[in-house]
């Protein structure tokens, strides 16, 4: 692991480095959710300057950024909006990097960023906005509005100009420590140490010390174990904390084992190479024949098929229909999903379904 104290830290890394001050962006990692962030970005913009948007979205999409643009112009209450990329440049003290706000109010003193999906949390990002256009426009307090547009929800947070020095200089500070340590948390896939980092490394091996301490005593510890552990949630939570760790070592592990018996079968003591089995699927334009036919019905294949997520639908939809807009008579229902989610905490993780 090879940290950089002098590295330039853009102000989309904030947040992460106040999780972790060793983060770093994995190189090239930008993925299909940043270019639609980016495609949504250059919609916004757009629609804030009243230009004709060159961007393909879907029909959702141009619901989401024209719900955003509505509310940025709530917001404004007719003072003037600053969209265009170069009004949008903020320079924060301390940072090399130069940011760029999705959209800036100075006469209100409002900076508006438009985020696609979840709800995370980006406010050490827009503390950065708000230390710089405090300087920029000599304002004492700055109000940042982060859009969350797919989910049409608003998230608001505002700074003095000490609130915003303090939060952001204390990230830098952190670092740029060259003594600094490295912290698991939840942005430890997105790193570029992920796979290589003293806390992660160390995290396996204390696992794997405790299940080699459980193998030596045979079959009643491990009864044992499990026992204690379903007992005691801080213990649970924080052995699930330690072996997710070993997701990303075994994917890496896996791929390097399937290299090596591709080579040679006999490579790798205890493991050989199985050719990926196959499952007997009914063409989907053959149940379309026997649907028109007559010979089945509809109901009985789409019962069988299950529902269809409310995403795939109106793809589906802005496919089939000129229209774009979905009728009211199309119900969009939500389905309960339950899933473990490690959320911040200074001494445990907690989790919510
Ligand atoms: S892998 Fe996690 S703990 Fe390690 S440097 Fe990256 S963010 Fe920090």
Not at 198 to 211: F, G, P, Q, S
């Amino acid at each position: 692991m090879d940290l950089m104290t002098n590295k330039t830290i853009r102000h989309s890394s904030l947040p992460k480095l106040a999780e972790c001050p060793c983060f770093e962006n994995k190189p090239g990692e930008a993925g299909a959710a940043a270019a639609r962030g980016t495609r949504l970005d250059a919609a916004f913009r757009a629609g804030l300057s009243q230009e004709k948007s060159t961007v393909e979205l879907l029909v959702e999409e141009l619901a989401a950024v024209a719900w955003a643009v509505a509310t940025v112009e709530d917001l404004a209450r007719g003072a003037k909006i600053l969209s265009a990329d170069e009004e949008c440049k903020v320079r924060t003290p301390g940072m090399e990097h130069v940011g760029t706000a999705d959209a800036i109010i100075p006469e209100r003193f409002l900076v508006l960023d438009l985020k696609s999906g979840q709800v995370r949390n980006y406010r050490e990002q827009v503390a950065a906005y708000a230390l710089g256009l405090m300087e920029q426009y000599f304002a004492d307090r700055w109000t940042c509005v982060l859009l969350f547009c797919d989910l049409q929800k608003v998230v608001t947070h505002e700074f003095t100009y000490a609130e915003a020095a303090e939060l952001v200089e204390g990230i830098l500070k952190a670092a740029r420590d060259p003594e600094r340590k490295p912290v698991l948390c939840d942005y430890c896939n997105w790193c570029a140490f992920s796979t290589s980092c003293k806390a992660r490394v160390e995290a396996v091996v204390e696992t794997t010390a405790l299940m080699v301490a459980v193998e030596r005593n045979g079959e009643d510890a491990h009864g044992w174990m499990l026992e204690t552990m379903l007992e005691d949630p801080a213990m649970v939570g924080n052995f699930l904390k330690q072996a997710k760790v070993f997701d990303v070592f075994r994917e890496a592990l896996e791929e390097r084992v399937k290299q090596l018996l591709e080579e040679d079968s006999e490579a790798v003591p205890g493991w050989r190479l199985r050719s990926g089995g196959t499952s007997e699927v009914v063409f989907g334009d053959d149940l379309v024949r026997l649907v028109s036919a007559g010979t089945i019905s509809w109901s009985g294949v789409v019962g069988a098929l299950g529902n269809m997520s409310g995403k795939k639908f109106r793809e589906l939809w802005s496919r089939e229909m000129a229209t774009g807009e979905m009728p009211a008579v199309i119900r969009v229902g939500t389905e309960r999903k339950a899933s473990l989610v490690a959320v911040k905490t200074t001494k445990s993780k907690e989790f919510k379904s």
